[in-house]
């Protein structure tokens, strides 16, 4: 007996399904029944069984059962090639109509998430982002990183202070941790020299763009003993090339027929610049004009044309994008010259990371704090740097950005499980 109707091989079988489809016709049916690995015929010659052609015309899709039969092989059949001639069929639970359907909007889809899931493209798609999870994670156990699983309840809201969830604990508060990053750093002040995570992130923020939650998976690193960002920038493009070759080798040709996406391997080095040459560039291509008053970072429109430029002037999807103005770059980015040692990572006009050399030098670190107002809502993560810290960096990736944008959908609503946002909070 089997669950996995891929793996069925001809003669007597027996296993469970999920009813897609019922077409019955006079003397014989015809059912495609699924499961997580894939769909099969089940014909019912309603002479030779009644019995099993009557539960099947009562079964509405969504039902589940297991069937009795023999597998044959079948040139008629589209599916695989192959049908199972039914002999008995037992109910192990009955669905009701379903309340949404091809012309549902997103929300009403997400109001019966568990529902929508039964999609084939909604099945492919957490397949990817596991192949896609699993390759960045082996990619860096490969390269000496340990896992690490930092909490997420924190005492003091991290970073910036704002954008955070504020919970009841005890007879205090708390606060969710809107990003792994001093916890990560800690570990580097700890000498763990190479690590990841890979776990929930929140963050309040009340936007309602196609690219915004409240709560996703972050794929977090750092690493200690690099010479400069660009220690940084190196490994993320060796990381997600990696990646994006296995997904290409395993789910390459399925994204294509289900998605209509071609998934590119991308070619090493990505292209680099810097934000004052990029904002030049694309006056010059494309007309686009920044506000002087936002030049010291990446516009919205900016953001999304640099998915066009990249492919215009460079050939490639992803584009580096350095030399931000400190005013809008975190506190603990390390700074030369003013310039915060940092970078945006653009794929297909959408930011998914982040990076950069962090400062590790107790009284800089404290002084950048201070000049943002920080240093006392800080203080605790400022101790870890008191007692010596190698030089470190590091980026985080949205999990569920990358999937967005590798499948090219439309809203990050498709891409999770679950969707959180401003106004969603069920199911």
């Keep these: 007996m089997t669950t996995e109707i891929s793996k069925l091989k001809e003669g007597r079988v027996k296993f469970q399904g999920m009813v897609d489809t019922v077409r019955d016709k006079k003397s014989i049916q015809f059912i495609v029944l699924k499961d997580f690995s894939g769909k099969i015929q089940v014909t019912v010659d309603k002479a030779a069984h009644p019995e099993v052609g009557e539960v099947f015309s009562h079964l509405l899709a969504g039902s589940t059962v297991i069937v009795e039969g023999e597998l044959v092989k079948s040139e008629y059949v589209k599916m695989g090639g192959q049908e199972v001639l039914a002999r008995s069929v037992t109910v192990t639970s009955r669905a009701e109509a379903y309340p949404i359907g091809p012309e549902s909007s997103l929300d009403q889809r997400i109001d019966y998430r568990w529902l929508d899931l039964r999609q084939e493209k909604n099945q492919l798609l957490f397949k990817v982002q596991t192949t896609l999870t699993n390759a960045m994670r082996s990619f860096l156990l490969g390269r000496d990183f340990v896992e690490i699983h930092t909490p997420k309840l924190i005492g003091t809201a991290s970073e910036s202070g704002s ?47 196609r690219k915004h939650a409240t709560e996703f998976t972050g794929f977090d690193l750092e690493f200690s003993d ?48 810097k934000l004052a040459d990029l904002y030049k560039k694309l006056e010059e291509k494309y007309n686009y004009t920044c506000p002087d008053d936002e030049k010291d970072d990446l516009t919205t429109e900016a953001e999304r044309l640099c998915g066009q430029f990249a492919k215009d002037e460079y050939n490639h999807e992803f584009l580096f994008v350095t030399d931000y103005g400190a005013r809008k770059r975190a506190f603990y980015h390390m700074r030369k010259d003013g310039v915060p040692q940092g970078y945006d990572l653009i794929w297909k006009g959408v930011e998914i990371t982040t990076g950069a050399q962090r400062e590790h030098r107790y009284k800089i670190l404290k002084a950048q704090a201070a000049e943002k107002g920080l240093d006392k809502d800080v203080e605790f993560y400022l101790q870890f740097f008191r007692y010596g810290c190698p030089p470190h960096g590091g980026f985080g990736l949205g999990l569920d950005r990358i999937t967005m944008n590798l499948l090219e959908l439309p809203n990050i609503k498709e891409s999770m499980f679950l969707f959180r946002g401003p106004d969603r909070i069920t199911p």
């Design 163 to 209: 954008e955070v969830f504020q919970v009841k604990y005890f007879d205090t508060f708390a606060y969710l941790a809107q990003s792994p990053q001093f916890y990560k750093q800690m570990a580097m002040a700890g000498g763990l020299g190479r690590i990841f995570e890979c776990g929930p992130v929140f963050r309040a923020e009340k936007s309602h763009s």
């Design 226 to 273: 690099i010479e400069s960002f660009e220690d940084v920038m190196k490994l993320e493009e060796e990381l997600l090339t990696a990646a994006l070759q296995a997904v290409k080798e395993k789910h390459g040709e399925e994204i294509k027929n289900v998605f209509g996406v071609e998934v590119v391997v991308p070619q090493l080095p990505f292209p680099r610049i």
